[in-house]
């Protein structure tokens, strides 16, 4: 059973451009968590989203910053005109119902580490 | 807002001796409690939970927990650690109430496991 895959693991992008991150859920998961990582920091909640629908997005900058979760396919986080402060590492979770007030654990993916040069 | 607090970012420890990871939450409600391992360039794995019930909490890879809710701590126990313990420790707090799927991390602390 193959778990939470993200992809590009290492992404390197110029100021300006646009940063374009996979995550496929876990499969038989339809819920999916973004979160942040900044050097020497923990992880900091971005977006939470079902099949087709943001459920939380309370954690995402306003600017520059969105995500889906399409009926078919992974979800997308989507960068545009990145900034150096954008470089940090992106993790992607999933569950299998989204019963988080029974303290369901989210499964999470190797991330993708984002360079802004 | 809630916070989690990890008083140590890093652990060195020899191999075979006893440790324990420190965290401290900050919040007045009810909460679930976390500990995630991250190994260099993986994702986080789930060490273990609490949810209600015991406050002693047994996880994987001979790792253990304690919740203590008057000094709203869940520090992170192992009586003989591994080289193979090395790796970045995360402890995670979300609200029980609202929008519990949303954790909320410590910087984390860095075990380091010296032969």
């Known amino acids: 059973n193959a778990g939470v895959m993200q992809n590009p693991r290492h992404l390197v992008r110029r100021r300006g451009q646009e940063a374009r991150l996979r995550c496929s859920p876990m499969k038989g998961h339809s819920h999916v968590y973004w979160y942040r990582q900044l050097p020497e920091e923990g992880l900091k909640f971005m977006v939470y989203?079902?099949?087709?629908?943001?459920?939380?997005e309370s954690g995402m900058p306003k600017e520059r910053f969105s995500a889906e979760f399409p009926k078919e396919g992974p979800s997308i986080l989507r960068i545009q005109q990145v900034v150096r402060g954008d470089s940090a590492a992106y993790f992607c979770?999933?569950?299998?119902?989204?019963?988080?007030?029974?303290?369901?654990?989210?499964?999470f993916g190797p991330g993708t580490r984002l360079l802004v040069l | 807002a809630q916070s989690v607090t990890q008083l140590d970012s890093q652990v060195p420890v020899f191999e075979e001796a006893p440790v324990e990871l420190r965290c401290n939450y900050s919040s007045s409600v009810s909460v679930y409690l976390f500990w995630y391992v991250q190994y260099p360039n993986q994702g986080l794995q789930l060490l273990l939970k609490?949810?209600?019930?015991?406050?002693l909490v047994k996880g994987i890879n001979g790792f253990e927990a304690e919740f203590n809710k008057s000094q709203t701590s869940f520090h992170l126990r192992k009586p003989s650690v591994h080289i193979s313990d090395t790796a970045e420790y995360f402890c995670?707090?979300?609200?029980?109430?609202?929008?519990?799927?949303?954790?909320?991390f410590g910087s984390g602390t860095r075990l380091l496991v010296r032969p």
């Open positions: 989203l079902q099949k087709e629908n943001i459920i939380d």
């Open positions: 609490y949810l209600s019930g015991s406050t």
């Open positions: 979770a999933s569950s299998p119902l989204g019963t988080q007030k029974y303290g369901e654990t989210q499964y």
């Open positions: 995670a707090v979300s609200d029980r109430k609202d929008s519990s799927y949303k954790l909320i």
